[in-house]
């Protein structure tokens, strides 16, 4: 299976500053037969379903606000959010779907400082 | 809009079996695979199998295999995921989640949207 890993696994940011998350896959995520990374984000408040950020590693889902952006290919991916906002306070995940079982990293839950 | 809502939460004995329900709306129901995924206390995620919401067609994580079953009663738009031998372990959030591409032309390679709300389940003596 693919082990995917966060880090931090939990951050503090200043309203306003930027909060920036890693995750690694101990494989390439990346397809060669059509050049995408299977790779989506996503965002989970308690009490609420996980909400779907990101998938194909950078394709930002309709109604996610612009300051939030996924980067990356093959192993190493990253999730920004360029000015925190009180309503990003969550716990982010990653999620890899290109080789079965689908696997998650273990979560980075980001806080106000 | 597609959305997943799941059965309250539960406590159950050790060797005892649970089910939990993941009713869905807003989406043509037997169009779409649902998987399910738990979260143990201080772990990450751990996907368990889905299955095919038209056809009924399941497929497992190996690791339980032997315990879990999954169902759909397509006049409720209602899948259903029983754990049976429960151990302390099982304590943990259960997920159902939908495979957002059509059954028809799915890979299953994909990323899951919607999720339910999560059912705590509680093994507890």
């Known amino acids: 299976d693919i082990v995917m890993t966060q880090s931090p696994d939990s951050l503090a940011v200043a309203l306003g500053e930027r909060a920036t998350i890693t995750c690694k896959s101990s494989?390439?995520?990346?397809?060669?037969?059509?050049?995408?990374?299977?790779l989506a984000w996503y965002q989970h408040k308690p009490g609420q379903p996980p909400k779907l950020l990101f998938y194909w590693a950078s394709t930002r889902e309709s109604g996610v606000p612009d300051r939030f952006s996924g980067s990356g290919s093959g192993t190493d991916f990253t999730l920004t959010i360029s000015s925190l906002q009180a309503a990003d306070v969550a716990v982010y995940f990653c999620?890899?779907?290109?080789?079965?079982?689908?696997?998650f990293g273990q979560g980075t839950k980001v806080e106000i400082k | 809009q597609a959305q997943l809502v799941q059965s309250g939460a539960e406590v159950k004995r050790p060797g005892a079996s649970v089910k939990v329900s993941c009713k869905a709306s807003?989406?043509?129901?037997?169009?779409?695979?649902i998987s399910w995924v738990r979260q143990a206390p201080g772990q990450g995620l751990e996907w368990m199998g889905w299955?095919?919401?038209?056809?009924?067609?399941?497929k497992f994580e190996q690791k339980f295999q032997d315990r879990v079953t999954m169902t759909r009663d397509t006049s409720n738009n209602t899948v259903y995921m029983e754990l049976s031998g429960l151990r302390f372990d099982d304590t943990a959030v259960y997920y159902c989640?939908?495979?957002?591409?059509?059954?028809?032309?799915?890979?299953?390679?994909?990323?899951?949207?919607?999720w339910g709300q999560g059912t705590l389940v509680t093994v507890s003596s």
């Open positions: 299955i095919n919401a038209n056809t009924g067609a399941t």
């Open positions: 989640a939908r495979d957002p591409i059509p059954a028809t032309v799915t890979s299953l390679r994909n990323w899951f949207d919607p």
């Open positions: 807003g989406y043509i129901f037997p169009g779409y695979y």
């Open positions: 999620h890899q779907y290109y080789s079965p079982p689908p696997t």
């Open positions: 494989q390439s995520v990346l397809s060669s037969s059509n050049n995408k990374n299977y």
